[in-house]
């Protein structure tokens, strides 16, 4: 019942609060149905100087440069389970917390990062919000993937609290989102449509009149961030399929 009450009063506040930006429809369902039958417009490529290159490369982290400092490397960041990643992820935290007010290059700093990798990447001017929002994004996913909606509801609230989600419109893909040096607007894209996957599928086991309706609403919203979102759907997947189930329930 606790859990049930959490998801209510989610719905009620986030769902609440986009409403306002977008006007709720009764038909939201035929709208979302009447949008999928129209083909989604690509974004322009950008490749990016060799300067660009540098800077993000110094600044963002990337699957690469993130998992070096994971135990055991990419392969072991890449298959670990929601709860390691959460420890990983509290570990970065802790981390620029520490360096907000400490000496990260000091040999009392050693004990914290043994490998001293991201202690350098830190160093050498990586983005603290960029960073923890990337790694932030692979945690929820991998909630996501082991089904633990309540988990992942209580990330995105987090999430929500510390840094916002909001979607933004790109103006073109580039070489660093296609290395996964998600830029802090496309890491917010790719949360919302997490978001959105989860709001659809927490109510999949609702009554059927409650479905509809939420079908309903998170269409209409859907309808209205779509063409933002939709460059991220090669990385998440699109929630189109999840909120149609919802439109189509019947008694």
Known sequence: MKTRLMAMAYVLVTYGVAAANHVASADGCATLRAALATPITPLPRKTLTQAEKTAVDQRRACIKGYSAGFP???EAFLTA???TLRDDLRHVEQLFAYAAKNDLASPAAEALDPSGNRTAHILGGWDREQVLLWGGFFYMRRLYEEEQLDALLDQVNRIRSTFGIRVTQLSYWDDADEATYFSTASLRDMLRLLELNMAAVRELSAPPAQQRAAGERL???????RQALSPFFK????PSDHIL???SASE
């Not at 269409?219 to 961030?225: C, P, W």
């Not at 990385?235 to 699109?238: G, M, P």
């Open 72 to 74: 055991g490397g990419k």
């Open 81 to 83: 389970d929601a709860a």
């Open 219 to 225: 269409a209409g919203m859907f309808v209205a961030e």
């Open 235 to 238: 990385v998440v997947r699109d």
């Open 245 to 247: 189930q919802l439109c």
